[in-house]
């Protein structure tokens, strides 16, 4: 069974850090593709970032570009995300999904059960 | 930067056809995944590459993608399909969502 489970979230000022990270099980880790997915509170989704299975491709998106970076471990089964520079808009339930493979798109085929982030002054 | 549009709500009866709809320019070039998110829960794929199905998505669940419009079709619509539903694509290196669709099934 394919778990993944984000950790790492929590109340941070504005203008900190934060790292979260997501415990992969269940599937071969090393061999998929990774994204982060975030929801602000009573929001729609928000894709984040992607990261290739071997870290060879990575993508964010506009509003997080320069601040956050995704990263990966394939010997601990483990994705992060390192978040700099917070700020108010950075609210939200961080998810990280499995990507499917499909090229030239991505495919979250499972998701994590988030991790929430709260950046307050 | 690529924008995809849903109603924010669709209403239907229990036993009838829902159909959600996400608009986007020539959307139909690209492939469009479909995700079901009920009230406090994490999301869930029901549509993928367009049309597939993933294991465990009843049959009641289909989908299109032709011209700007990619539509979810739900027939036989059940109680337990009350949820958000959001549309999303890729497009030039990003993912993009639409803004997602509250379905009720009254």
């Known amino acids: 069974e394919v778990q993944l489970a984000e950790s790492g979230g929590g109340l941070v000022q504005r203008g900190g850090s934060l790292r979260l990270s997501c415990a992969a099980n269940?599937?071969?880790?090393?061999?998929?593709?990774m994204n982060w997915v975030r929801q602000a509170p009573g929001k729609g989704l928000e894709w984040v970032s992607y990261i290739s299975s071997s870290s060879g491709t990575i993508y964010y998106a506009d509003s997080v570009k320069g601040r956050f970076t995704v990263s990966r471990d394939n010997a601990r089964n483990s994705l992060f995300l390192q978040m700099n520079s917070l700020r108010d808009e950075d609210t939200a339930v961080y998810y990280c999904?499995?990507?499917?493979?499909?090229?030239?798109?991505?495919?979250?085929?499972?998701w994590g059960q988030g991790t929430l982030v709260t950046v307050s002054s | 930067s690529y924008e995809l549009s849903q109603p924010p709500s669709v209403s239907v009866s229990p036993g009838q056809t829902a159909s959600i709809t996400c608009s986007g320019d020539k959307l139909g070039d690209k492939y469009a995944c479909w995700y079901q998110q009920k009230s406090g829960q994490s999301p869930m794929m029901v549509i993928y590459?367009?049309?597939k199905r993933p294991s465990g998505i009843p049959e009641r669940f289909s989908g299109s993608n032709s011209g700007n419009t990619a539509t979810l079709t739900i027939s036989g619509t059940q109680s337990v399909d009350e949820a958000d539903y959001y549309c999303?694509?890729?497009?030039?290196?990003?993912?993009?969502f639409g803004g997602g669709t509250k379905l009720t099934v009254l």
């Open positions: 269940g599937f071969t880790f090393k061999t998929y593709g």
């Open positions: 590459q367009n049309t």
């Open positions: 999303q694509a890729w497009d030039s290196n990003t993912g993009v």
């Open positions: 999904t499995r990507d499917l493979g499909i090229a030239a798109t991505i495919t979250c085929d499972y």
